[in-house]
Each structure stands twice: as structure tokens, then as C-alpha cells.
């Protein structure tokens, strides 16, 4: 007698830019997301011309192309959650904003990712504007680093930024301490009502391409598993951290992160 297929994993839609290196973007995404036990579902946003030191050319995808690849996607395919990276442009913003808005039951992640590791510029004023105006009060976790949530958020102290990300209607806001000095990399989690947790991680002695991208789909598979979001929020948190200090040296600029450690 035929047996029935096996049930699917939790699926998880990205929409992120293609990055060759793998480090980041898509790639990386895809790498973590496979590794916490999810499939992931894909929506390229934009491609790049980039190696482990840096971006040299971003070619955004036109808006109707992501919500035609969405809607193919979504036709068919129930996702558990979804995750954003670099978006690329006011219209593809605003894109992404219509199709989360139509499965609002699943979480979503952004990675609000408005320049590359070496300060590359990936995302204009008006699609900063229209994140803050379409994106934000439809995220569950938003993950800036401190350079971001000072951008996004207008206010030079980061609880003050994170007041106000959460007044644009983000649940919950993960400001990572990666930027900041410090032998220990402080990560807060705050929600409307204030800091919900916070994590301390030993520094690591290099650079890495791709650890915000590999921390929000973490998050992102770890919530499409069923966990509530700031125990979701410290899970991932462990897996980046281990996936950095095992990473790897492919070029001659940053270390990428070994996602598939220990698995």
C-alpha cells in the first residue's frame, strides 16, 4: 500500500538580496535556516556585485517581479514565518509590506540592513522612510545594530530608539551590540514596555560578513518552530554566536559564518 508523504517542515519565506559569497543576504538565509530544521522559501529582491570586503554594485529587482515571486510562492506553499533583509527600494518596501499584510498570522523578521559591513550604502532616504511607514508596524522582531536603530529611530539613546521603533508598531526590538566598544557584546530585547531581556556575548577577535543576516532568520526559524519570541530571540542568539567563532576565512576580507557547525 503507498504510504503518505512525511509531514514538511515549518516553511519560512526570505526576501533578500542575492549575495555571491554566500556570506550574507539570501544565501546566508537560506543556509540557516536549512540548518534549524525549516525550509526555506525565497523572494530575491535585488542582486549584488560583492566579495567578503565589501559591495560593489546593487541591481534592486523591480517591485512587480518580487510580488509576482511572492504570490507564485504563496499560492501554494503555507509559510510558518517571514523574514526580511535588504529590500532595495521605496517600491519593493512597500511590495513586501502588501504581501505580509495578507498572511498576517505568521511572524516577521526584519534585518533592517541600510549599509554593508564596510558602510556600503544599501538602502535610500525614501525606502528608510517607507520601512518606517510600511515595514515596521508590521514587524514581530526587528534586529538593528545601533548604527540602525539610531537611523530608524531618531534618538541617540538606544532605549529612546527603541521606544520609538515600538511606537511605529514593531513588537518586539532587538538592538545588537555589535558596533558598540566593549569586551562583551551586549544584545537588549525590548518590547512597548521595555527591555524583555538581555544577553551578553564574549567578543569575538575578527570581522564577520553576515551575522545579522544569520541572527534575524535564525530567529525567524526558531519562531516558525513555535517558540515565543524572546525565547526565540535567545536561541538564535546561541546559534550565531557559535556559528561566528566557527567561522571561516574564504577571501581576503571578513570571516564568514559557519551555519553548519557542529551539524
Known amino acids: ?24 543576504g539570501l544565501q546566508a538565509d537560506l543556509l540557516t535556516l536549512a540548518a534549524l530544521g525549516c525550509h526555506p522559501l525565497s523572494v530575491v529582491t535585488a542582486l549584488t556585485a560583492q566579495d567578503t570586503s565589501g559591495v560593489a554594485r546593487v541591481l534592486p529587482i ?29 517600491a519593493n518596501v512597500r511590495a513586501v509590506s502588501e504581501i505580509v499584510a495578507a498572511h498576517a498570522e505568521a511572524p516577521f523578521v526584519v534585518d533592517p540592513v541600510l ?9 535610500d532616504e525614501d525606502a528608510i522612510e517607507a520601512l518606517r511607514e ?18 530608524l529611530g531618531g534618538e541617540r539613546d538606544l532605549a529612546a530608539c527603541a521606544r520609538a ?10 538592538i545588537t551590540g555589535t558596533h558598540l566598544a566593549g569586551a562583551e557584546v551586549v544584545n537588549t530585547l525590548y518590547d512597548e514596555s521595555g527591555v524583555v531581556r538581555e544577553d551578553r556575548w564574549p567578543r569575538l577577535p575578527h570581522e564577520y560578513h553576515g551575522s545579522g543576516c544569520t541572527l534575524a532568520s535564525a530567529i525567524a526559524a526558531y519562531l516558525a518552530r513555535g517558540l515565543e519570541p524572546a525565547q526565540a530571540v535567545g536561541e538564535a ?20 559564518p559557519n551555519r553548519l557547525c557542529g551539524r
Open 115 to 123: 549599509a554593508s559591513g564596510r558602510g556600503d550604502r544599501l538602502a
Open 1 to 24: 500500500m503507498p504510504t503518505s508523504a512525511p509531514p514538511p517542515p515549518p516553511m519560512v519565506l526570505t526576501f533578500a538580496a542575492s549575495d555571491p559569497t554566500s556570506g550574507a
Open 62 to 90: 523591480e517591485a512587480a517581479w518580487i510580488a509576482e515571486q511572492a504570490r507564485c510562492l504563496l499560492d501554494d506553499i503555507a509559510v510558518a514565518a517571514f523574514k526580511a533583509g535588504v529590500l532595495g527600494t521605496a
Open 237 to 256: 542568539q546561541r546559534f550565531t554566536w557559535q556559528a561566528l567563532a566557527a567561522g571561516f576565512a574564504a577571501g581576503r576580507g571578513q570571516l564568514l
Open 134 to 151: 510600511s515595514i515596521l508596524p508590521r514587524t514581530t522582531v526587528l534586529t538593528p545594530n545601533s548604527l540602525e536603530a539610531r537611523r
Open 165 to 174: 521603533l515600538a511606537d511605529h508598531g514593531c513588537e518586539y526590538v532587538l
